[in-house]
């Protein structure tokens, strides 16, 4: 939750905020009261907070089946990520996790904090994913499969072209919007969108993640992880790491932004399967993690600080989860994104050209919608017009109900 302070300073995000922590409280008077559902909805708050909250608002077969395919693929993902498990276990593990999934007795220790508990515990996922329709389990195991499969491969393979970059991710993050895409057509409440859309929408949410962790990720102990492509950064440096020293500033940043247009290329796709859904609470499950991802991008773009620690756009999510109703909501965000990562780009950046090219395409879908009308934009804000007394009884009024809120509510914002 964001400190007094911050609140003071940003007062707008203070109602979406509230609104949010509201949101989640009623979302989780309406968990299944058995023990095991009890658990997947506790654990799947505990290790993805923006996912959940999204997830919450979808209705409940379809809700449940989610978390599920979340939950199992982020138990999945913590055997891939744990540096310290030798890839002899690994493997085997990885390639026949789709089998246990239908195993209640069947775990393995390993990750840390949320994610042991999740892995020790993963006999409640299965439970419950015995319990789902036939059709929500086959399109987990055949994703499960297939993403274990895929990951195994990588085990033992470093991502070296932009071909094994666009592979990886299409195996960690690609085959989730595939799976999505089942999932919805099995509720009955969409059509069933095509592979490539559905790749695109992983890829443009997992490429944006690499990106952003590229500290994080290099930082790894034991052992650290390299996701981005030796075709992009041999470019710029001899080897990944170079890109984190002060005196390569000027290089890591250019390759970050050859990076952040390789990203871009997805984003026509994106746009294009947002547009085609119907039910408006699987739409804004879609659209929210795109938004906050193009925001990102735009965040990261020519910014140094992605080597030297966090870059989030931790504050904008309650306002993006509040705003996002409609498609032209989704192409007005795009937009003023696009223009602001347009207003970074350098002429002397050795991508400035293609960079802007990208952009260009993007902000003619955005225009050409019709649709951009009548918003207000995230980025161009107005400070507030309030006198000093007002600020403060507001300010007393809300901070003591997200006070209040905090108190009763342990799980942050
Ligand atoms: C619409 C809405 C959500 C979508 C989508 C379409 C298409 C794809 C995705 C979500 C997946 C995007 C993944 C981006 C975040 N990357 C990770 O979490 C990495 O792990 C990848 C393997 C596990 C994927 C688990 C997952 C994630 C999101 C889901 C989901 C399953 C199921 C349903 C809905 C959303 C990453 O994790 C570490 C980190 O980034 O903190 C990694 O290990 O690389
Ligand atoms: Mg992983």
């Not at 329709?133 to 895929?150: L, P, V």
Request: glycine share 4%; charged share 25%; net charge neutral.
């Amino acid at each position: 939750m964001g400190s007094l302070r911050a609140i003071l300073k940003h007062p707008d995000d203070l109602y979406p905020l509230v609104k949010l922590k509201l949101a989640a409280r009623h979302a989780e008077k309406q968990i299944p009261r058995e023990p095991h559902w009890g658990f997947c909805y506790a654990m799947l708050h505990k290790v993805s907070r923006s996912f959940a909250l999204v997830i919450q608002q979808l209705d409940t077969d379809l809700r449940d089946a989610i978390c599920i395919f979340y939950l199992v693929l982020r138990a999945l993902d913590t055997v891939e990520d744990d540096t310290s498990i030798a890839t002899d276990i690994k493997v085997p593990i990885l390639m026949a996790f789709h089998r246990h999934i239908y195993d209640r007795e069947w775990h393995f220790s390993c990750g840390v904090k949320h994610y042991k508990v999740l892995m020790d515990e993963f006999h409640h996922v299965s439970t419950a994913f015995l319990e789902l329709g036939r059709s929500y389990q086959e399109a987990i195991e055949d994703i499960t499969m297939r993403m274990g499969a895929g990951m195994a491969k990588f085990i033992c393979k470093e991502v070296e072209t932009i071909d094994d970059y666009d592979e990886y991710c299409h195996y960690v993050a690609g085959l989730v919007g595939l799976g999505l895409s089942k999932l919805f057509y099995a509720s009955g409440k969409e059509d069933l969108a095509s592979d490539t859309l559905s790749n695109s929408m992983g890829l443009f949410l997992q490429k944006t993640n690499i990106i952003r962790d590229y500290l994080e990720d290099i930082n790894e102990i034991p052992k650290s992880r390299m996701f981005w492509p030796r075709q992009i950064w041999s470019k710029y440096v001899n080897k990944l790491e170079d890109l984190k020293y002060e005196e390569n500033s000027v290089k890591a940043v250019q390759c970050l932004n050859d990076m952040v247009t390789n990203a871009l290329i997805h984003v026509e796709d994106c746009l294009k399967y947002m547009s085609a859904l119907r039910d408006p609470a699987i739409f804004r499950f879609c659209a929210i993690p795109q938004i906050m991802a193009i925001g990102t991008l735009a965040l990261c773009y020519n910014n140094i600080q992605v080597f030297r620690g966090v870059v989030k756009m931790r504050r904008l999510t309650a306002k993006v989860i509040d705003r996002t109703k409609t498609m032209s909501d989704v192409y007005g965000d795009f937009y003023d994104f696009s223009r602001m990562l347009k207003s970074k780009v350098d002429n002397s950046d050795p991508n400035a050209n293609k960079t802007k090219e990208k952009l260009e395409t993007i902000l003619k879908i955005c225009r050409d919608s019709g649709s951009l009308n009548n918003r207000k934009s995230y980025i161009i804000r107005s400070e507030p017009r309030y006198n000093s007394t007002t600020i403060v009884v507001i300010f007393i009024i809300l901070a003591m109900l997200l006070a209040y809120l905090s108190a009763t509510r342990p799980n942050n914002i």
